[in-house]
Structure formats: C-alpha cells, structure tokens
C-alpha cells in the first residue's frame, strides 16, 4: 500500500492503481488524486516477484535539485 505524500492529499494506493515508471530522477508514481511526484524502490523477490516499496523524498541519484 502507498500513500500520497502530499500532506494536503495522503490517498492510498494499491501498487495496480498507480503507473510507476522512471522519469530519469528515479522510479516514482504520480498520485492519481493530485498527481503529486512519490518516489519508489525496487526490490526483486527470491520467487523473481517485484516489488516496489515507497520511499521517502527521492532517491539519491545525484546532486540535481528539484
Ligand atoms: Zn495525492
């Protein structure tokens, strides 16, 4: 379960409601409510199931400012 880490939204989300995918700062989804940016990592399971775990901020990709 993910929540919207917009303060003003905190929608929850299954994993099969939001598209995540890598706008080039990372894996994220966009809020479906208010399209706010939150970031997610991937781990690959043992069974090869993936699973994405929300994350606060953003990855740590390098020094570019948002
Ligand atoms: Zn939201």
Redesign the pocket.
């Known amino acids: 379960m993910f929540k ?3 303060q ?4 929850q989300w299954e994993q099969a409601d939001v598209v995540i995918k890598n706008e080039g700062q990372g894996l994220l989804f966009r ?6 940016r ?1 970031y997610v990592e991937r781990f690959d399971a043992d069974d090869g199931s993936v699973v994405y775990e929300q994350i606060d901020g953003r990855p740590s990709l390098g020094p570019m400012a948002e």
């Open positions: 919207c880490r917009n003003s939204c905190e929608a809020c479906p409510m208010c399209g706010a939150n």
